[in-house]
């Protein structure tokens, strides 16, 4: 496995200290890189562009929160390892756009001459590279139906952005598909994001 992190991430921090204090050090290939060199294998790994994330033969995780579960269930070889991870994922990435539209629509209501166009371009391409890839992913396999924590945190996302991001557009078919009978359910109308 391999671990990309950064020296400057405390979230990656965490991720490395549980490899040591677990005697992971043998199974986990530490790589610095720097998030803001947008190293392909990064990108590819995880669309958000962040760290940490760690990569296996089978699958790619980020959120240092999912990667510590992983890294801990690994290390006790129980049962825990079978946990649906691919699901923990998607729902990392689905709560990660939701963070980088938040932190996004933070900036933006920064007097004009205090926002940073490095960071809003920053968020813009993580989210669009999330949505591909969620995009695709879609195309190969649907995402669990309704109630599923993963689906509630990816439309969660998508509404935020029609509501506080307007201008921002991907072309997405097939989340579009997903979405469109999931924004007519009772719970989804009475949630709706409003001021």
Not at 2 to 28: C, K
Not at 63 to 78: E, H, P, Q, V
Request: glycine letters at 2%; aromatic letters at 8%.
């Amino acid at each position: 496995m391999r671990l990309f992190y950064s020296n400057a991430s405390p979230y990656a921090r965490m991720t490395r200290i549980l490899v040591i204090e677990l005697g992971l050090q043998d199974a986990v290939t530490l790589l610095p890189m720097h998030p803001f060199d947008n190293p392909p294998e990064l990108l590819s790994a995880n669309p958000l562009g962040k760290v940490p994330v760690l990569v296996s033969e089978h699958q790619a995780l980020c959120d240092s929160g999912l990667i510590c579960d992983y890294l801990w269930a690994l290390s006790r070889a129980t049962e825990d390892v079978m946990v649906d991870w691919p699901a923990r994922q998607r729902r990392a990435l689905a709560v990660g756009m939701l963070d980088v539209a938040v932190a996004w629509r933070q900036d933006k209501m920064r007097p004009e001459s205090q926002q940073s166009a490095f960071w809003q371009n920053r968020y813009r391409a993580a989210l669009q590279r999330t949505l591909s890839h969620i995009e695709s992913e879609m195309g190969v396999k649907p995402w669990p139906e309704f109630p599923a924590i993963e689906s509630i945190a990816l439309l969660c996302a998508l509404d935020y952005l029609d509501f506080r991001h307007p201008e921002f557009s991907v072309e997405i078919p097939n989340i579009s598909c997903w979405r469109r009978p999931l924004s007519q359910l009772p719970s989804v109308k009475a949630t709706a994001p409003c001021d």
